[in-house]
């Protein structure tokens, strides 16, 4: 079976403009978790979807979005991009739940703000 | 307010050898704890993943332990293998509400040959 995909895997943007990233769960997957992780912060969640619908989400500002298609695969924005939004950003799919079942996470997205 | 704390920060030892890693959170009501392993540059990889109701948990050469009284988990290490050295992250997620989980920082391995 085929593990998570994320793409692109490395991304530079400037101060103010936006960005989308992409993930592919594993086949049979239907709920996909995003994270940020930065050196000073490590990691941290930024919401799950299943079913097309966003189940929960973090604490992070309405900057970050997302959404889920029909097939599972997932896609992420941040908008007006900041220099602190400089990080991995990984996702991670699981059967039902990112609560309860066993995540599987991609390789990430470098993404570099200048 | 929910924190997980992770000691020691880094740690070295030489290959063959055993070595224990801790994780304290504060995380209530309690619903799991994992243990992940992340490699520097890819994503982290699950190793352990136990409820309330679970005290030890073993995959391989790693085993997990939980003490939700005292709200302590532990990750012990069996005949390091340089191929160990990575970071070991503990996740502590509630029950109900919003499920947005908690992460340790961390502990950095270093396995010497």
């Known amino acids: 079976k085929a593990g998570v995909t994320q793409t692109p895997r490395y991304l530079i943007k400037t101060r103010g403009q936006q960005v989308t990233l992409s993930c592919s769960p594993i086949s049979g997957h239907r709920s996909v978790s995003w994270y940020q992780q930065t050196p000073g912060q490590g990691l941290q969640f930024l919401f799950e979807y299943f079913s097309e619908t966003q189940r929960n989400k973090g604490n992070f500002p309405g900057r970050f979005s997302g959404r889920q298609f029909s097939n599972s695969r997932s896609e992420m924005n941040v908008s007006t991009l900041e220099l602190g939004d400089s990080a991995l950003y990984l996702c991670?799919?699981?059967?039902?739940?990112?609560?309860?079942?066993?995540?599987?996470f991609g390789p990430g997205t470098r993404l570099t703000v200048l | 307010k929910n924190q997980v704390e992770q000691s020691p920060q880094s740690l070295i030892i030489l290959e063959g050898k055993n070595c224990t890693l801790q994780?304290?959170?504060?995380?209530?009501?309690?619903?799991?704890l994992r243990w992940y392993k992340q490699d520097t540059g890819r994503g982290p990889v699950s190793l352990t993943i136990?409820?309330?109701?679970?005290n030890t948990k073993s995959n391989g050469r790693y085993t997990a332990t939980l003490d939700a009284d005292t709200k302590q988990s532990s990750l012990h290490i069996t005949a390091s293998q340089l191929s160990d050295s990575a970071s070991y992250i503990c996740v502590v997620s509630a029950k109900g509400g919003s499920y947005i989980p908690t992460f340790g920082r961390g502990t950095s391995l270093i396995v010497h040959p």
């Open positions: 136990m409820t309330f109701s679970e």
């Open positions: 994780c304290n959170y504060t995380v209530s009501p309690f619903s799991n």
């Open positions: 991670a799919s699981s059967l039902e739940s990112g609560r309860t079942d066993t995540q599987y």
